[in-house]
């Protein structure tokens, strides 16, 4: 069988449309029709070739949710539901082995010395089809959603998942989310949904669309860091937290000053997640005696997700409690898949998603 | 009643010795007659003026047990066992208020807003007797065991049992403890009490002594950074731990250096801990990327200690499990005192402790 | 000062309005004018002379909101703000001594081996006044909201968040409470804020407005057990959660037949908190080998609450996101107060409180 | 290939010696030749016809461990090491899909809803070979050590693990294990690893010898059911812990009147964990309100294990901290297997192998 697919063969070049024969299915896997594949901030760095493990040729794409063609023997989803041709599916973007000390005695399966990721470390979701294989964890949808909206779960939104989970939030707690880019619009809602009594948004002029987004999706307030100055943001924390700052704070962005913000504002005996530090930012100068130790604050890195992540945030979704289809702010075909990868890079979208 | 002190007038110049009258006992307060004082590393920063906080003049000592001379009213240990004259007892050197949100809401008293410390905010234990208000959290000693010995678990002990709560430890796991001081012996000692496989502890040349001593409290092996390269002792715990890492770290000095090289020896998922940063250390560049969130790893301030902790530190000393009593390498009287600090600044003792 | 009261001297027997003299007040010491006292399930107990430790006479009245009289000293709420004539507050019913094994080791104040307890052990709020002794943990209402929906955040509301907190809920978990009364029904609006996905509540005809009142709060589906048999639950239960189970199921009745049928409908894995228990029901059998041990589940009983769970429901309430005005279905008079202990003993309100 | 094997044909009947022809192996499947095979309690139900679920002819045997003879293509142990030919293992006795809501989202194996087990649910280790299935997770075992010691980590080790690991066990806290057989004995020296300051041991007279080797596993006391009176062992616990009573109490016994002793002897805020209740022992009346709530402590049923729990069994005994050897108080053939059942269910032996 053939399908299409768009290709990174040079950084920096146009991605190229080809076909490609398909081989046939081994046992358990599933051929996949791509409804939706999602354009991340990371296949930006992928493409300029800033990520050094990125093998060429490469289809990226490691979000995608689409509709089940063909199935090679017996699979089911994590329910046990037999899965069939027709069902409408989303995968974890990670393969991992089952088998190693983060699977087996850690139970950390995002650390897996063997994960692979579609789209990342191997063909992913620029196509019209994709073959998943049979360790693929996978979850049917039966809920109507438009593809478009629910696959942006994939990736920020299982992201965004592992770091609350990592935070313990309670009812009386305050909230700030540095970044309104969509892993900080799922980590709001998130936020929202462990009950936090007031969940704050940083971001900057040049996403002054999103950081409005976000009073929609339940932010108590936002503050754009290019009409405040540090000081002005810091004390409007202060005040607005009786002077014991932020419980949790969740750094969605890649930046270093951010970084050292949010250490600030992070109150005594509070949680500083980071899942937006994704790509290497060099070094960060802080000091651990005044921002770390002297308020016994946590710090925790957030890498990647697994399949429960997933799953919060598709949940997330399907709950309809937010405002998710206003993230996805353009489609693009196949073929302008270059076209949505510089539109994400110079942010004229808040998501952008291929529709193949 | 007149006790004789020890007070620090002026910042680098000799503690004096002077005569002072006691008021008359308050409610529920306390009169002990000190039996052993330590002298703990942060005594040497206020001693030189490093540690801003310092109200001039005061006497020094945060860490003290002693026997009971005088109480009035009635007063209860934590167990509810009334306390009587000539009970030897220990005491929480810390006074919280019981009534913010650190001690109401967060259970956190070691944050409290209101917090009081014997020696470093108000008089201390350098001296002949103290008194105790009546918000002191105190513990009945019965067993038998030299006041000297007993007396490090008020600080070092403590925060390094505050560390260790603070740290998830499975039995299968590596543990390294940076610095081989008494806070860094304690963490030892936990670590094996929680059960880690292997603990291996990282000292200097200057601390060989301590290094040693480390053996004797069952560290599984010990790095000289004197005698060997980074890269060495990086591979040195990669061998000994499968390729994985330590999966917890505690840093148990005051070292920028020993911060940047915890975090490469800490394994993913794991957890580095920071008791050991009690005093500025300026600003130390870290790379999040690479060392905290590619690894997934938690890093935690630790900030002083609460009755619970020093408890536990007082438990682990009368197991006699663990050989304490070679931690005490030198007694001074009270007119020592000055000398007994210049000691421990320069690492002729390994603890040093006052018999006013 | 003479203050007017409802007094219980012989249990089963209406309550006397009294007049009584205050004492002046001691240091730190607060006199509330009471604006509400509500009724709880347990003030039936102890005036049918269920409840063993009840002392004769006593005023009570446990759950209270009122505003500042009069000021002895200084005295500050759990934010470090002072109090002032005139505030609006609320307090913890519960008088820890913070000086025990179980407030200084195990941070469990509501285990304190001191505790007291206003309107249980010693006088409480069916009274025009209160004296606040000083270790009363006080919390300042700035919001407007009428004191008679708030007070039910001292008990049903505070012991509600106790047990939520001891219950793990993720995004996707489905929650069953048991008992539509007052506590199930914050049980229920703490289970939405903690983001699960579904939200039962079972009740009897007995409690249908209440039911009816659970819908408007957020649950996904209410069970009433006079129309449905047991196996019919357990099978619904089954099919909304595909087969799994809810995983957390939390028992707001004080029923021996709710008991048994909590821990069948308890998933794999998961908890079954126990707060409505508050009086005893006798011995109930249970088949520890199928129930609990085979589904790995955990039981957790819940004793009354802290501070920081009373600030939780206040918080809950304040946020109006909930109707709790709806809850309070009957306000009575100081001298009807035997009144409201009746209709609240037939169910005739779903909460009564007094308007002293 | 043929090989030797012991097989259940009828409940309580002797078992009968056979020779069977192995299949030859599937990719990443591994011939085991047999060194040691752990005669278990529950082989004693499944024997007897009590574990409704024992398909027959079945080959008993779910503790075992042995020389790899024969791999098919290339398989690793949990560490990333290739196994080879000769490699002395251990491996989980359960079998998991790794693809079912309890292995993905709640990431607990043990509750795997396809879990099957070797021994149990399909041919076990009363053999002289075993073809483990290339789901298997095994450990290699580079120490050298008795088969015969190591054997009992398989099931009742990892049990034991596994309760611990739901147990928070503080420096301070004193633990009961309620039954010293094996997974008992392992409790305990857990809850050494743990740090527990004391662990009391509580059997029968009919387990005298068992109650002995407690102490030179490191029980502070041991309590004989038969000499002393339930008050006696009650008031003996409470003066060991100040009053408080034990915070973790391990059920490691299969008895309704264990139970409920061990539900007095816990203290307020504390865990009872039961892993021993591991076949139906019918319903068991419980005063829930007094035992449990009032108490707010927390049951917690324990239900097999995983392989991060066999995994510290493993280490536990390689540790040699602990005389294992002397659980193993008799070794039998093969053709032996029904006396080694009858000297288990007799209590003639604490822990019985077959040497295959």
Redesign the interface.
Known sequence: MKIRVSVLREFNEPLLIEERELPSLKEKEILVRIKSSGVCGSDIHMWKGKDLRTPLPLILGHEGVGVVEDIKGKK?D????RIKIGDFIIWDRGLVC?????C????????C?NRQVYGITRDGCYATHIILLKET?IIKIEEKIDPAILVSASCSGATA?HAI??CEI???DTVIIQGPGPMGIFALA?AR???A?KVFVIGTKRSEKRLKLCLEFGATGILNINETSFEERISYIKEET???GASVVINCTNSSSA?REGLKMTA??GTYA??G??????????????D????????????VS???HL??AV??IL?KKYPFEKLITRKFSLKEATEALKSVDTRKVIKAVLIP
Not at 104 to 111: D, R, Y
């Open positions: 089911q994590i329910f046990g539901e089952g088998n190693c000390y983060f087996v005695i850690k139970k950390e399966p995002s650390l010395v964890k998942a989970s990592q309670s009812k009386e998130f949904e462990r009950g009594e009786k002077g014991v970084l005594p005996g980071l899942p530090i994704a790509t290497p930012i060099g070094d960060t100068p802080v000091s651990f005696y005044e770390i130790v002297r308020k016994n604050i946590k710090i925790q890195g957030i890498w697994d399949t429960a799953y919060q949940r997330l709950s």
